[in-house]
């Protein structure tokens, strides 16, 4: 199989679409990249510019897989946005090589160059380069149809002697959740615990354990396993009844090595949050742990099944046919999954920036300099442990707080460290809902969590319920907002850093961020007060303002927006219903048939709707109960209702770690 490298030729508006076979080597100096590689041919491909090495990187062919390879390039590979050093290759991935954007895509059948009569590969003596097969016109070129048929695509219904005929694996199942992250688990451990046997259900997704993107999330927003996680203590994702809490077992486990009075003092923090006490939150690595021991306990490693799915589409026996791509150790395949019910869990489609970083980021393609708290920078505490220097913090929730922390614990290694906090406004009191106002301190707004408490079980998740989208808007907003928990030890730094003059909140509009000839950043704002423009030069910029939620963001859903023309709520999320069904993709013959199929989402993909925490352990698990009930209700195979006893019976089993059937 060849592979087709295209890419837009910025200067010129051309597209180039050469077709290679690999090995294909990439970088700026023809005679610095290998010839051969394990005794076959390389095909070599210069790319011009000064951020390009001479030798930059390498895609070969391992097991039947497309490897890419960065041969220690000094700026990098970027594939889908994220940093490479080594990694699989799939249809349609974006490699970023400073200025160029190259969509990776196979070719099955060779294309020969007509006017030479060479393979795509050949090399012409003259000029040592390869007569690739390249497209000049400045239209996209036509890349042949491979996965998912085209058939597939454009139907909104296929059949399944359609998908039959494509040769390609079809499995059929009851059940199966789409993203396999936490939202997957959560809805799978309910089934499980409802009645529903493993091998009823596929979890499918890229990661094998279901919080590993989140476990990265947290490590590179500075949260290790000893730091604490915002949520509470009897928020338990691998406990729906949420007893024993972390707290309780948190306690336990210090009461066993004999530290009696932490444990007390854990104790005493459930009870007096968070008037006489601070909110207790569990540390991410029990967490972690906790999950762990309830994946081996229903059997997650037989329901997960690596995969991409590529689209979603009806099938007109009232299932779902559910298209994606899979490797092994030997090859790279498709294959089609039919589900009866299924659950769309995908978590956050991508990393945000603010508007002005991001084009920081595409116009200079520095990428270690302005980052985004989410991503990998430990290399900017590196730096500043080692020589000082100065760091502009965008954002004050409570991923802010956490670096802000993590900090000043570099500043302990070097005292020459420097902390810029731009915020666009000040804030001088907090959001009011009827008679409750949040605290502000130092322009930071405290909230233990990122909702009110009454959102996840009380009378908000009622009130929110009930209300039109209007009304939830309205809600949303007043209940919502930017907030960071109420932590003594995180108000003592600012305080501190305040009193010192190491640490500095400015206000003003963004307008433009530059680099320095010295490799620094200049960042120019709009100052409010003085109305005049302020200079701000610094070694590094984190914005810590969040992920990106739009649906249009992630392929998969934007698919099938568009492919159904589904309603999006208010705030731009998938439209759900109060038990978290996409309605509108229910799948039935008969009109008012309800044994079709029906389709369920959860996560941040849903916020707007019928309920506030959508993103956080106790909200996956109220959308995993409630769309559970609905499935119940219906008579949906294998799940029987959690009756009082049922439940209890399921806790036994819980606390002995035996399976739940």
């Keep these: 199989m060849q592979i087709r490298l295209s890419w837009q030729n910025l200067e010129t508006g051309e597209w180039r679409t050469p077709i290679l076979t690999p090995p294909i080597a990439l970088g700026r100096v023809f005679e610095r990249m290998p010839s051969t590689v394990n005794g076959e041919r390389v095909s070599r491909l210069v790319l011009e510019g000064e951020r ?29 946005g994220i940093a490479q050093t080594r990694c699989f290759l799939e249809e349609g991935d974006c490699l970023q090589i400073a200025h ?82 936490l939202g997957s688990f959560i809805w799978v451990d309910v089934l499980r615990i409802s009645g529903v046997k493993a091998d009823q259900i596929i979890a499918l997704g890229m990661e094998n354990k279901p ?69 207790y939150t569990p540390r991410s690595g029990n967490v972690f742990n906790s999950i762990d021991r309830e994946m081996n306990r229903i059997q997650w490693s037989k329901i997960y099944r690596y995969g991409r799915v590529k689209s979603i589409r009806k099938t007109t026996d009232g299932r779902y046919a559910i298209a994606y791509s899979r490797s092994t150790e030997n090859r790279r395949d498709h294959g089609f999954i039919i589900a009866q019910y299924v659950q769309i869990a995908t978590g956050y489609p991508a990393i945000q920036f603010l508007p002005d970083l991001q084009q920081y980021r595409e116009q200079t393609k520095d990428f270690k300099t302005v980052v985004n708290a989410y991503e990998n920078h430990q290399h900017i505490y590196d730096k500043l442990e080692q020589s000082g220097g100065t760091i502009i913090i965008r954002g004050r929730g409570i991923v802010a707080s956490r670096i802000l922390q993590r900090l000043y614990e570099a500043r302990q290694k070097h005292s020459q460290i420097q902390i810029l906090h731009l915020m666009r406004s000040p804030k001088a009191q907090g959001n009011q809902f009827k008679k409750a106002r949040r605290t502000v301190e130092n322009h930071f707004e405290f909230q233990p969590f990122n ?69 620094r950043t200049l960042t120019t704002i ?88 959508v993103d956080s352990f106790l909200g996956l698990q109220y959308a995993a109960l409630v769309s559970v009930e609905n499935l119940t209700s219906i008579s949906a195979p294998g799940l029987r209702k959690l009756t009082g006893w049922r439940s209890f019976w399921q806790w036994i089993k819980w606390v002995n770690n035996q399976p739940p059937n």
């Design 52 to 80: 390009v090495s001479r030798f930059h990187g390498l895609m070969t062919w391992e097991n039947g897989q497309l490897i890419l390879t960065d041969t220690e390039s000094k700026n990098g590979i970027l594939v889908n």
């Design 100 to 181: 160029y954007n190259i969509t990776i895509s196979f070719v099955t059948n060779t294309l020969t160059n007509p006017s030479q009569n060479l393979p795509p590969t050949a090399v012409n003596p003259p000029t040592q380069l390869p007569t690739a097969s390249v497209s000049p016109s400045s239209n996209f070129p036509t890349t042949p149809a491979i996965f998912p048929p085209q058939f597939f695509l454009e139907s909104g219904q296929v059949s399944l002697q359609q998908l039959q005929a494509t040769g390609l694996p079809i499995d059929q199942i009851t059940y199966l959740t789409i993203g396999a992250g």
């Design 211 to 279: 919080y590993t993107r989140y476990q990265q999330l947290c490590l590179n927003s500075q949260i290790p396993p000893h730091e604490r996680l915002r949520s509470n203590s009897d928020s338990c994702p691998d406990n729906i009844w949420g007893w024993p809490s972390y707290a309780l077992r948190e306690a336990y486990t210090e009461a066993k090595q004999g530290q009696f009075l932490t444990g007390l003092k854990l104790l005493w923090q459930v009870f007096a949050e968070p008037t006489f006490a601070e909110t």
């Design 451 to 519: 909702w009110p408490k009454a959102c996840w079980g009380g009378d908000l998740r009622q009130q929110l319920e009930a209300a039109n989208p209007q009304e939830r808007l309205k809600l949303l907003d007043q209940w919502g907002g930017t907030t960071t928990a109420n932590r003594k030890d995180w108000r003592n730094i600012v305080n501190q850093g305040l009193s010192q003059g190491w640490y500095r909140i400015m206000f003003g509009t963004v307008e433009r961020v530059e680099p320095t000839p010295n490799n």
């Design 526 to 613: 709009r100052e409010q007060e003085l109305k005049a423009n302020l200079q701000l030069e610094a070694d590094f910029i984190i914005d810590a303002t969040g992920l990106d939620a739009k649906v249009n963001t992630n392929p998969l859903l934007n698919d099938l927006v568009t492919h159904y023309n589904l309603t999006l709520n208010a705030l731009g999320r998938l439209s759900v219903a109060n038990d978290f069904e996409l309605v509108e993709m229910r799948n039935s013959n008969v009109p008012g048939d309800i044994f079709g199929g029906r389709m369920y989402a959860s996560g941040t993909i849903t916020l707007g709707g019928p309920y506030a925490a």
